[in-house]
């Protein structure tokens, strides 16, 4: 499978380096939700984009499995961000809306490539954000999401450098 497609890779210098991310020991609630949110629509609404255009059965059931399990760290953050009072934007951040956007213009084996480059990423970043916070967080609520988030989006990094690789 061949990497690094130019729109989608120039999409993902917008992403923060997981180094800086984990070097921000004062990270906001705030900004910690906002992260995650907009890295969880991220990757269900990429993912619903790939069940639709993916090529390769392995895409696809990658996919579904993203959907899932995004949907389901997406509500455990909304129901802590509800018990801190923090809000959860509706809306994905610009890095996360352009990249989605490359994702959606692109076809065929091409898309399939293009989709998994972003998966590992967008789950690199999540790693790094999710971990950091978990180690420095305010919010006892949100540190146990972020907690519980990281082995879970490790795991989905591992599958996309896996599938990266073939």
């Not at 923090?86 to 994702?103: F, G, R, Y």
């Amino acid at each position: 499978m061949k990497l690094f497609h130019a729109p989608v890779a120039m999409a993902m210098l917008a992403f923060a380096s997981p180094a800086a991310l984990a070097q921000d020991a004062a990270m906001s609630a705030q900004d910690y939700v906002a992260m995650a949110a907009s890295s969880d629509m991220f990757e269900i609404q990429s993912s619903q984009i790939a069940l639709e255009k993916g090529q390769s059965d392995a895409v696809k059931q990658f996919a579904q499995e993203m959907v899932a399990d995004h949907d389901q760290t997406s509500a455990q953050l909304a129901a802590a961000a509800r018990q801190e009072q923090v809000e959860v934007p509706s809306a994905m951040m610009e890095k996360h809306a352009t990249m989605l956007e490359q994702l959606g213009n692109a076809s065929g084996a091409e898309f399939d490539a293009a989709y998994i480059e972003a998966q590992v990423m967008a789950h690199q970043e999540a790693v790094a954000l999710h971990s950091s916070y978990a180690e420095n967080g305010e919010s006892e609520p949100l540190k146990e999401v972020a907690e519980r988030a990281v082995p879970i989006v490790s795991e989905h990094l591992e599958d996309a450098q896996a599938m990266g690789n073939m």
